[in-house]
């Protein structure tokens, strides 16, 4: 008769083994494999079950502690490992790729979409816009807008003003920018806020939020 | 932009400007020597044209 623990100590069990009677009689081990074990584990019923919980931690420890299945599984896994790392990289090669080609059409598209921009603006509107990242608009409304570029966005860019230089209001409001998941070019959103001031502005204008909004310092001080 | 004299360009053009619009895009008159003179909104495809701008609808911030 021998226990799990006493073949253990004696360095005769150190791999996962099974009992194949019962455990206070046993005095042989079957050698299995894990699938086995785990098999084994799952499958058995009532009685073998409470025996199946008592050896789970001897097998479990027995397993962790055998150094050939340890080293076994570490060759496996470095081959595993070469293979998931190569993987990894081409994976990181297809992305990076990708970013590469996706930031040079940006690029493109950026680039196209100022020209585009230039393109319709005057040559004193593309002077303007090119000292002062801003570009003056007359509005089909009559009013007079600052177009403004300097910070790169279509947000709250469009500031209307009066002949004094008087800001009367700040508004938000450009075609939308979102293609699917890409975002448009900033200097598209412009050409459309350009376009829509000077020759759409009331309808333009009504899907506007406004910030900001007071009366001409001039008048306020006349008053 | 397009050749007003190009059939080929001309069908591209107006498969470009029938998409935008399904899209609810607005369009806009340009002239395509100068650019400038713009500012016609354009509901219907004119092969004369040669040269318009679409813009995607608007919405507010």
């Keep these: 008769m021998a226990t799990y623990a006493a073949n253990a100590t004696l360095g005769q069990i150190i791999r996962p083994h099974l009992a194949t009677t019962t455990v206070s009689t046993t005095a042989a081990w079957t050698p299995v494999t894990n699938d086995r074990i785990w098999q084994y584990w799952l499958n058995t019923t009532s009685t073998a079950t409470t025996a199946s919980i008592t050896w789970q931690q001897p097998i479990w420890d027995a397993w962790v502690r055998d150094d050939r299945v340890y080293q076994q599984r570490m060759v496996f896994n470095q081959q595993q490992a070469d293979e998931m790392q190569a993987r990894r990289e081409q994976r990181s090669r297809e992305q990076l790729a990708a970013e590469q080609q996706r930031m040079e059409n940006r690029f493109v598209a950026h680039s196209r979409a100022l020209d585009l921009l230039d393109n319709l603006l005057t040559e004193d509107e593309r002077a303007t816009r090119d000292e002062q990242q801003r570009v003056a608009v007359l509005g089909s409304d009559g009013h007079l807008y600052w177009l403004e570029m300097h910070r790169e966005t279509v947000h709250g860019n469009i500031v209307r003003t009066d002949e004094h230089g008087c800001m009367l209001g700040r508004a938000c409001v450009a075609p939308g920018m979102r293609d699917g998941y890409e975002v448009l070019p900033t200097a598209d959103g412009w050409v459309g806020q350009y376009l829509g001031l000077k020759f759409d502005a009331v309808n333009f204008l009504s899907h506007a939020n406004w910030s900001g909004v007071r009366r001409c310092r001039v008048a306020r001080e006349a008053a | ?61």
């Design chain 2, 1 to 61: 932009m397009w050749d007003p004299a190009n059939p080929d360009e001309v069908a591209a053009a107006k498969a470009a400007f029938d998409a935008a619009k399904k899209k609810k895009m607005l369009a806009y008159a340009v002239d395509p020597e100068t650019g400038g003179k713009t500012g016609e909104v354009i509901r219907e495809f004119d092969p004369q044209r040669g040269k318009i701008v679409m813009v995607r609808q608007t919405a507010g911030g």
